[in-house]
């Protein structure tokens, strides 16, 4: 009882909100795998590399064509981390799709 109603709320679906990152996983000579942030923008992305794109909702896994293994089963495994913190509200996936490229 008491008080006054606030004009804060609590966001319905906080995964709506988050802000869209790249990540870029590459295996380096001596540092062996290494993921680091990344310009979100499609001259980050590269051949050679594996990238993660987090939108939050959706985690998307994009394999450059000379990507290793190794890169490859790093960022599955990010992508799977990320995945699990949300609760069930977000969904890792290989499938590229408008989306990607309009947020790229």
């Excluded at 913190?85 to 989306?99: F, L, P, Q, V, Y």
């Amino acid at each position: 009882k008491g008080g006054k109603a606030s004009g804060f709320q609590k966001p319905s679906n906080a995964v709506q909100l988050y802000e869209h990152k790249m990540f870029r996983v590459r295996k380096m000579q001596v540092e062996g795998l290494q993921l680091e942030e990344v310009a979100l923008h499609h001259n980050s992305l590269n051949d050679g590399d594996v990238f993660i794109l987090d939108a939050g909702a959706k985690i998307y896994i994009w394999e450059g064509r000379q990507a290793s293994p190794f890169e490859k089963n790093h960022a599955n495994k990010e992508a799977e981390r990320l995945e699990s913190e949300r609760d069930g509200k977000a969904t890792a996936t290989h499938d590229i799709d408008d989306a990607f490229w309009d947020l790229v």
